[in-house]
């Protein structure tokens, strides 16, 4: 292997404009959303914020002439979905675990809502903006590991209006996860899947 094979090259304007774009959107909507107190409001007020997310995510893809394979909107391999899925829900449960300084049990109607509110609308709409959207786009011209590292900090970024610069190794370490289930899945499945889950594990902390 030559020098010359290990040359990475840096990111086309494209990518690098449409990662800032992305980024710009996804942070305005989460500071918008924490502005407004979404979060302390009726819960269809989240689950309506993030299905505008989402289309606007599958809006975007379609402006771009974006395929449903190329969001990941397709059938996962199976033997790595269903054993990525199982090692990535626990990692970010015991993650999730080790940063909580308490823990507690939530009632039957806060589980529904959410299950509801994660798995049908937050984990949908972020995973079809970066492992869907940004990620196809950088991996077309760059690869899989480039798409997955530049989405991991677009992904962290957008979180701190929510938690704060002290979530950001930690949002990181997740969106790298989601990335590498997106590669190994072949699919939006997975990470969709285990970000879901690891949403709904914060119910208990």
């Known amino acids: 292997m030559t020098v010359a094979t290990l040359r990475v090259r840096p990111l086309g304007s494209r990518t690098v404009w449409m990662t800032a774009v992305l980024t710009l959107g996804g942070l305005s909507f989460n500071l918008l959303r924490m502005r407004l107190r979404l979060d302390a409001g009726p819960l269809w007020l989240s689950m309506v914020a ?9 809006a975007c893809a379609a402006a771009l002439g974006r395929s449903r394979d190329d969001l990941g909107l397709k059938l996962p391999v199976s033997a790595p979905f269903w054993l990525g899925s199982a ?6 449960v015991t993650m999730a675990a080790a940063t ?8 039957a109607q806060q589980l529904l809502g959410g ?10 709409a972020e995973e079809l903006l970066f492992r869907g ?23 962290a970024l957008i979180h701190v209006p929510a938690y704060g610069f002290a979530s950001l190794p930690v949002a990181t370490c997740a969106g790298l996860l989601f990335g ?24 208990w902390l």
């Open 50 to 58: 993030f299905g505008i997310l989402g289309v606007a995510a599958l």
């Open 87 to 92: 090692l990535g829900a626990a990692v970010m």
């Open 100 to 107: 909580a300084p308490v823990t507690r049990v939530p009632g």
């Open 115 to 124: 299950i509801a509110l994660f798995a049908l609308c937050t984990g949908p």
């Open 133 to 155: 959207l940004l990620y196809g786009i950088i991996a077309d011209e760059h690869g899989p590991v480039t798409a997955t590292a530049v989405t991991a900090v677009a992904f």
């Open 180 to 203: 590498w289930l997106r590669w190994w899945c072949r699919s939006l499945a997975g990470p969709w899947l285990v970000h879901s889950i690891a949403d709904l594990s914060l119910l």
